[in-house]
């Protein structure tokens, strides 16, 4: 019976994905998760066991929200922002003792832009960028010893972001110059690869059974990003004269939480239902919040089946957004201060997300086979 229990308990688990971070298009919320992940299935390892993951996210983002209100002749006038954004999230665990884990994430990023603002609002073209992301390390720790507290526990986690990845990709703008002419520039902050600073994250995964086959789920992260401004120029102040406090990218802070519930519909499969909050808030807790941000949140409801057989694990998420919201910046606090006219930027999100992972577990060869996780079969 314990056996089965820890099967169903993995099972369950493992469609809490590992991609924390994923709303939507022009609110420059990257592909992000925990340091070690956000699926406990890949933090519930035996001391020496190694599990290796990938994660993939897609999606599209074109509809323009101004505040929670939509604006829909964006895209009937053909003027919406597109985004496309391709990333994969290669993990790699490890576990240190049965309760102690850790991690590295090293993320991979495709991207494209398509708008006609940027490019002298004549004509439209393609912005794209491509690259490694920013590297997190991380470790986490489950309060309660497993072998008493098998229907529930809480893991607490801390990680490192490091600026790998590459804060000013550029590309071609065409109809920018001072005769009209095609100009190099940096991308768009919403697909940049990295954001250029170094941050840290603090997280939590917490599970309790509350019926045979059923399980409640809650995780959350938020990442502290220090850094004021990268020093990259977003061009924003050649739009528009009170743009000029717009002119440098912002540093931003990330945050998620999620939550639900979890079936184990036979041995090797599960669902879950469930909801997402996440987004970039309008002020950072550490250092300043100068500089050119789109700060937003997604409410998403979350349904996800995962498989598991043996030392193979698969996963799909699809977040559907029920609620998206673009708040006033800053920036848009100091020049509807300035101006005395009212001022609250616009930005584009998506309707929904794919997120499919795949995870290997390589176990322990010297742990003895009745030991809890180990012997699953």
Known sequence: MRIHLIRVAILILFCLTTNSMLAQGCVAIRHFSCS?????????LQPGD???????RYFKSFRHFRGTEEEPDRVSNNTEVINNSHSWDFTLNYGITDRLYAGITIPSV?????????????????????GIGDVRLGVGYWLFNSETHMNGNLAMGFGLKLPTGNFNATDIFYNVGTNGEPQIRPVDQSIQPGDGGFGFTLDFQFYQKVSTGLY???SGFYLFNPRNKN?????????????????IMSVTDQFSVRGGFSYSLSQTLSASLGGRFEGIPVEDVIGKSDGFRRPGNVLSIDPGIAFMKDNI????????????ERPQSVTDIETEQQTGTERQGDAAFADYLINFGITYRFKNKSKKEDISIINLN
């Open 50 to 56: 190694f599990q290796l993951g990938m994660n993939y």
């Open 216 to 218: 409640s789920y809650l």
């Open 231 to 247: 020093g990259i120029r977003t061009f924003r102040e050649t739009l528009s004269p009170i743009l000029e406090n717009e002119s």
């Open 313 to 324: 694990s698969l996963n799909l998420n699809v977040p559907i957004a029920v609620r998206r």
């Open 36 to 44: 070690v992940g956000n699926n406990l299935d890949s933090n519930l």
């Open 110 to 130: 495709i991207n494209t832009r398509s708008s006609l603002y940027e490019h002298g609002r004549t004509e439209r073209h393609l912005s794209f960028s491509r």
